[in-house]
């Protein structure tokens, strides 16, 4: 069975410009979540989806947004790029999510976002 | 509200010695508690979880951690560290009715020969 598979794996952006991850998760599995991950602030959380509705979202602003497919996949758009934004963006995917928060997440490697 | 903090951002082991990677926990809920490892430009792969079944939670690679509710932690441990287990380390909680998982700052691990 294919692991969850981010593209592209790598993006070199200007300030200003705006950018697309894509994410496609195991095979079966219906929840995506979308993480940030920085030297500075650690991995932290931008929003979950489920069947095509997101469940969930962090703090982060308006310029970060996502949506879901009904194959699952999942992409995140990132308008008017910041310097701040440079970060490793890991999507995870999810089996048979429940209220219980004990599901066990499967990572992608990442996209690294490099904004110049 | 959920928070999570691990205690040591470095951790440095000689090979065959015991490893102790600390984690700290609030919840609201009842908790359901991870941890995961990732290892250089990889993504992260789960080491082993605790949903209430049993309080010590045994995971791959040799790697175990305790639930202790009355001190809120849940500290990962491994008998003897090889250079392989070189890598950083989140613990991440996650909490009934939330869909979102809140994970540490990440402790890294040195295993020096």
């Known amino acids: 069975k294919a692991g969850v598979t981010q593209t592209p794996r790598y993006l070199i952006k200007t300030r200003g410009q705006q950018v697309t991850l894509s994410c496609s998760p195991i095979?079966?599995?219906?929840?995506v979540s979308w993480y940030q991950q920085t030297p500075g602030q650690g991995l932290q959380f931008l929003f979950e989806?489920?069947?095509?509705?997101?469940?969930n979202k962090g703090n982060f602003p308006g310029r970060f947004s996502g949506r879901q497919f009904s194959n699952s996949r999942s992409e995140m758009n990132v308008s008017t790029l910041e310097l701040g934004d440079s970060a490793l963006y890991l999507c995870?995917?999810?089996?048979?999510?429940?209220?219980?928060?004990?599901?066990?997440?499967?990572f992608g490697s990442g996209t690294q976002l490099s904004v110049l | 509200a959920q928070s999570v903090t691990q205690l040591d951002s470095h951790v440095s082991v000689s090979e065959g010695t015991p490893v102790l990677l600390r984690c700290n926990y609030s919840?609201?809920?009842?908790?359901?508690l991870f941890w995961y490892v990732q290892h250089p430009n990889k993504g992260l792969q789960l080491l082993l979880k605790?949903?209430?079944?049993?309080?010590l939670v045994k995971g791959i690679n040799g790697f175990e951690a305790e639930f202790k509710k009355s001190e809120t932690s849940f500290h990962l441990t491994k008998p003897s560290a090889h250079m392989s287990d070189a890598a950083e380390y989140f613990c991440?909680?996650?909490?009934?009715?939330?869909?979102?998982?809140?994970f540490g700052t990440g402790t890294r691990l040195k295993v020096l020969a």
């Open positions: 995870a995917s999810s089996l048979n999510p429940t209220a219980g928060g004990g599901e066990k997440l499967f």
């Open positions: 095979s079966g599995h219906r929840s």
């Open positions: 989806y489920f069947s095509e509705t997101q469940r």
């Open positions: 919840s609201s809920y009842s908790p359901s």
């Open positions: 605790y949903t209430s079944a049993a309080t």
């Open positions: 991440v909680v996650s909490s009934s009715g939330t869909y979102k998982y809140i």
